[in-house]
């Protein structure tokens, strides 16, 4: 059986290695992140963000630092475990 240490060398690489594969990846060209920002600002130039859609965002983030949260209090338990 491998020791701890070097499995979290063994991730670390991985993680390393995905990161600089990213790096080079594109998901949209260039003519579909273009339409996509004009889309954008043609939507904000419309008019204001209504009450709705400004509680939606608020509904996300919350979410989204909840779970940002809970991910920081697994990794600090997995690392106590270790």
Not at 16 to 40: I, P, Q, T
């Amino acid at each position: 059986m491998p020791s701890v240490a070097s499995l979290e060398r063994l991730a670390g690489t991985v993680i390393c290695d995905m990161d600089e594969a990213w790096l080079y990846v594109r998901h949209f060209s260039e003519k579909v992140m273009a339409a996509l920002y004009n889309d954008g600002r043609a939507k904000r130039a419309g008019g204001r963000t209504s009450e709705e859609q400004l509680e939606g965002f608020r509904l996300v983030a919350k979410r989204a630092v909840e779970a940002s949260h809970e991910l920081a209090d697994e990794l600090e338990a997995a690392w106590d475990m270790g």
